[in-house]
DNA sequence: TCTGGGGTCCTAGGACCC
DNA sequence: TCTGGGGTCCTAGGACCC
C-alpha cells in the first residue's frame, strides 16, 4: 500500500523562537537579518504583508520596516538550533519514521494511515504545547505533494494549519492553482524554460513530455515530474548521511587589503571546519580555500580559489590552518579589497576506519589528545574559549551583529528572568 | 587520405534546497 | 555606505587506460 507522507513546517521559525522569548514581539512586526545583517532572512506575517522578499537586502527595507515599527534581529543560531532539537525531539515521540529535512521541517511517515488528518492536527497540537512554536501540516502521497500541501496551508487560515492532499481529485484542482515556480525543485533558471514552453502550472508541468523533461530539467526535473503525478521517487531518509563537505566563510564587515588579515580569517574559518570535522568522527584529505572581491561593488573585481590534497587525510587544526596559508599565499593578489573569504573540507571519511600513512605523522596521538583536549574546553566554556594564535585576537573583519537578541536556552546568562 | 571505442575517474560548473 | 551561509546532486568534458 501506498503511504501518506507529512510535512511539519515551522511558522515563520526564526519569528517564533524570538516571540517565544518576548512576549512584546507577538504583536509587533518582526524580521530576522542573515550574517551582517545584509539580508531579511525570517519575515513574520506582518512584514510578508508589506511585500518584504526573503532574501531581500535589509538597507533597502530598513526605512519601510521602521516606518511599520517593526523589531529587527541579528540572526541568533544558537537559539533557533536549540529550539530545532526540541520540536524534532516532539516530532520523533509522535511518529515512528522521521526525516529532520530541515532545521525547521520535517518529513514524517504516520503511524496511523487511517486517519491521517487527525493525527496531524493532534502533532500540530503538541509541538505547539510542547514548544511554543506554530506549525503547518501537508499530507500528500509524494513529498512534493506533501509541500504544496503544505504551503497551502499555511496560505489558507481556514484549513487550520493542515491541509490534506492524498485524493486525486483535490491533486488534479490545485495543481492548476500552483505556479510552475512555487513547485518544489524548480528554481529560477528552470522557472524560465518552463514559461518560455509554455508550462506555467504545476499542473502543466505534471502532464509535460518525459522526454523534454529530462532534456531540459535533467533526470531530477523529471523526478519532480513524477511526484507531481503521484509517484513517489524521494524516499524518507531517516538517516542524516555524513556531510561529504563542510564548509565556513564569511562575508567581511569591512573589505580586508592585506594579506595578514586574510591569514586570519582564514584560520579562523579553519578552526570552525575542522571542529565540525571532528564532531562527526570523521578527517578530511582535501582543503580548498577561496577568496573574493564579488559580487557588489565598484572596481576591479578578482575571485579565485585553491585546493590541496593533504599528505594524509587530518582533522588536526594546525595542520590544516598551515595547509590553508600555503593556499592562500598562491592566490592572493595585492591591491584589492576583500569582500569574504571561505574554506571548504571535503574527501571526508570515518576516522575510526583510516589506515595511517607509514611516513606522515600529522595525526599522530599527541595531536589528537590535543584536539580532545580544546573541544572539551570549547564546548564547556564556549565556542572560542581556546583558539590557535593564527586565527587572530584582533579579528579585523568583525560581523556586524547589531541587534543580537539573548541565547535564551543555551546560556546560563542569558536565561529569561522572572521577576516577581 | 585513411588512424577505435568503451569504460572509469575526476573536476568544474550549474542547478536546486533551506 | 549597506546584498548570508551551508549544503546536495547532476552533467559534460577531459584524462587516462586497455
Redesign the pocket.
Given at each position: 500500500m501506498a503511504s501518506t507522507f507529512a510535512l511539519v513546517d515551522c511558522d515563520n521559525f526564526y519569528v517564533s523562537c524570538e516571540r517565544l522569548f518576548d512576549p512584546s514581539l507577538r504583536e509587533a512586526p518582526v524580521a530576522i537579518l542573515?550574517?551582517?545583517d545584509?539580508?531579511i532572512?525570517a519575515r513574520s506575517a506582518e512584514v510578508k504583508a508589506l511585500g518584504v522578499p526573503?532574501?531581500g537586502?535589509?538597507?533597502?527595507y530598513?526605512r519601510l520596516l521602521a516606518r511599520h515599527g517593526t523589531r529587527v534581529f541579528s540572526?541568533n543560531y544558537a537559539l533557533y538550533g536549540d529550539m530545532s532539537q526540541r520540536v524534532m525531539q516532539v516530532l520523533r515521540q509522535a511518529a515512528p519514521e522521521v526525516e529532520v529535512?530541515?532545521?525547521?521541517?520535517a518529513f514524517l511517515h504516520l503511524a496511523d494511515t487511517r486517519a491521517p488528518v487527525d493525527q496531524a492536527r493532534q502533532i500540530r497540537r503538541t509541538v505547539r504545547r510542547w514548544t511554543g512554536i506554530p506549525t503547518s501540516i501537508g499530507l500528500g502521497p509524494t513529498k512534493t505533494l506533501a509541500?504544496i500541501a503544505t504551503r497551502f496551508a499555511k496560505r489558507h487560515p481556514e484549513v487550520e494549519g493542515v491541509f490534506d492532499l492524498t485524493h486525486r481529485r483535490d491533486v488534479d484542482a490545485l495543481l492548476g492553482l500552483v505556479h510552475v515556480g512555487d513547485?518544489?525543485?524548480?528554481?529560477?533558471?528552470?522557472?524560465?524554460r518552463l514559461l518560455a514552453r509554455g508550462i506555467e502550472t504545476a499542473r502543466q508541468l505534471r502532464d509535460a513530455r518525459d522526454a523534454w523533461v529530462?532534456k531540459h530539467l535533467?533526470?531530477?526535473g523529471l523526478r519532480t515530474v513524477y511526484e507531481l503525478r503521484g509517484v513517489s521517487c524521494l524516499p524518507l531518509d531517516q538517516v542524516r548521511?555524513?556531510?561529504?563537505?563542510?564548509?565556513?566563510?564569511?562575508?567581511f564587515g569591512e573589505?580586508v587589503v592585506v594579506l595578514a588579515g586574510l591569514k586570519e580569517a582564514v584560520a579562523a574559518?579553519v578552526t570552525?571546519?575542522a571542529e565540525?570535522l571532528r564532531a562527526q568522527t570523521s578527517i578530511a584529505a582535501?582543503l580548498c580555500v577561496f577568496i573574493t572581491t564579488k559580487?557588489?561593488?565598484k572596481g576591479p573585481h578578482y575571485h579565485n580559489s585553491y585546493?590541496v590534497?593533504l599528505p594524509e587525510p587530518s582533522a588536526y587544526t594546525p595542520a590544516l590552518i598551515r595547509y590553508a596559508h600555503r593556499c592562500l599565499e598562491k592566490i592572493y593578489r595585492p591591491g584589492y579589497r576583500y569582500?569574504?573569504a571561505?574554506v571548504?573540507l571535503t574527501g571526508i571519511q570515518p576516522a575510526a576506519t583510516h589506515q595511517g600513512h607509514l611516513f606522515v605523522q600529522a595525526d599522530h596521538p599527541g595531536n589528537r589528545a590535543l584536539m580532545e583536549a580544546v573541544d572539551a574546553v570549547n564546548k564547556r566554556w564556549g565556542r572560542g574559549t581556546v583558539f590557535f594564535a593564527a586565527a587572530g585576537t584582533q579579528q579585523p573583519w568583525p560581523?556586524r551583529q547589531q541587534q543580537h537578541s539573548k541565547r535564551y536556552t543555551t546560556r546560563w546568562d542569558e536565561v529569561p528572568e522572572v521577576r516577581a
Open positions: 542573515s550574517n551582517n545584509g539580508c532572512i526573503t532574501g537586502p535589509y538597507f533597502k530598513e540572526s529535512y530541515s532545521i525547521d521541517e509541500k513547485v518544489w525543485g524548480i528554481g529560477p533558471q528552470y522557472t524560465k529530462k535533467t533526470i531530477v548521511p555524513a556531510k561529504k563537505g563542510i564548509t565556513c566563510s564569511r562575508s573589505p574559518y570552525r571546519v565540525k582535501t559580487p557588489f561593488g585546493t590534497t569582500k569574504k571561505g571548504i560581523m
